[in-house]
């Protein structure tokens, strides 16, 4: 591709300190010494994203991928390498990351409309739009405390994407909904990238990747084992898991 790329990821690594007993952290401050194992949940990761790019990123638990959402998103600094985002970046790592429990759907609408910079004569409007999408009915009036798992996710959707992103990150909360919600979710998902704007998804489910994505990721104990169009990378990563159970 020509056009610059959404994101760029250089040389990104992320270490955490594992210390066997929680007094080695005090001792290992007052004494010196080294009195921990270093695990590395990223280690030299390069990747560019562009516009209009549907990535989706497979891989086994432990492998670095919500280590690396965590860091493109700002949640998470990084021990080495470089991130550059170019443009509005709209997460959903999990579904209650940015709503208030004991605040109402509706409250939890236009405070974080607010907190997007919404324009305040567009409020009402995007307020009304996320309602009529999420289909929470009477529910909209209610404490999300009182939310089950598949309304929290529709809600922190509908939230998301009410004011466009320019790049939109979904990390597996969707299997929290329905399907019904969930295909729903994925046309919205599809229409933003046909804007031209970029999708990175998480998720365990290798049909809804294959389904949304066009581009695959496979990540393996913290690094990039490969990339390529997402039917391949899907099927190799199948076949290794297969192999990996039979062995």
Same mark, same amino acid.
């Given at each position: 591709?020509?056009?610059? +790329?959404?994101?760029?990821?250089?040389?990104?690594?992320?270490?955490?300190?594992?210390?066997?007993?929680?007094?080695?952290?005090?001792?290992?401050?007052?004494?010196?010494?080294?009195?921990?194992?270093?695990?590395?949940?990223?280690?030299?990761?390069?990747?560019?994203?562009?516009?209009?790019?549907?990535?989706?990123?497979?891989?086994?638990?432990?492998?670095?991928?919500?280590?690396?959402?965590?860091?493109?998103?700002?949640?998470?600094?990084?021990?080495?390498?470089?991130?550059?985002?170019?443009?509005?970046?709209?997460?959903?790592?999990?579904?209650?990351?940015?709503?208030?429990?004991?605040?109402?759907?509706?409250?939890?609408?236009?405070?974080?409309?607010?907190?997007?910079?919404?324009?305040?004569?567009?409020?009402?409007?995007?307020?009304?739009?996320?309602?009529?999408?999420?289909?929470?009915?009477?529910?909209?009036?209610?404490?999300?405390?009182?939310?089950?798992?598949?309304?929290? +996710?529709?809600?922190?959707?509908?939230?998301?994407?009410?004011?466009?992103?320019?790049?939109?990150?979904?990390?597996?909360?969707?299997?929290?909904?329905? +399907?019904?919600?969930?295909?729903?979710?994925?046309?919205?998902?599809?229409?933003?990238?046909?804007?031209?704007?970029?999708?990175?998804?998480?998720?365990?489910?290798?049909?809804?990747?294959?389904?949304?994505?066009?581009?695959?990721?496979?990540?393996?104990?913290g690094q990039i084992r490969e990339i390529g169009?997402?039917?391949?990378?899907?099927?190799?990563?199948?076949?290794?898991?297969?192999?990996?159970?039979?062995?």
């Amino acid at each position: 591709m020509s056009s610059p +790329a959404v994101i760029a990821v250089r040389g990104l690594s992320k270490a955490y300190n594992l210390y066997e007993r929680p007094r080695d952290i005090l001792l290992e401050a007052v004494l010196g010494g080294v009195r921990h194992d270093v695990f590395w949940a990223l280690r030299d990761v390069d990747l560019d994203i562009f516009e209009g790019q549907r990535v989706g990123i497979i891989g086994p638990n432990g492998a670095g991928k919500s280590t690396l959402l965590k860091i493109l998103t700002g949640n998470l600094t990084p021990t080495a390498g470089s991130v550059r985002v170019d443009g509005r970046i709209s997460a959903m790592l999990s579904p209650t990351s940015f709503l208030d429990p004991e605040q109402t759907g509706l409250e939890n609408i236009r405070f974080n409309l607010i907190v997007n910079g919404a324009d305040p004569d567009q409020i009402p409007e995007l307020a009304e739009e996320i309602i009529d999408f999420t289909e929470l009915g009477a529910f909209i009036k209610a404490p999300v405390r009182t939310y089950s798992s598949g309304m929290n +996710a529709r809600l922190a959707f509908g939230i998301s994407t009410a004011i466009t992103p320019d790049i939109l990150v979904v990390d597996e909360v969707l299997g929290a909904g329905d +399907a019904y919600f969930s295909a729903k979710a994925t046309v919205r998902m599809i229409e933003l990238c046909e804007q031209g704007r970029a999708l990175l998804f998480v998720s365990h489910a290798m049909n809804a990747v294959q389904m949304l994505c066009d581009v695959g990721i496979w990540m393996d104990k913290g690094q990039i084992r490969e990339i390529g169009p997402v039917d391949e990378i899907a099927r190799k990563y199948e076949a290794d898991f297969r192999r990996e159970e039979d062995e």
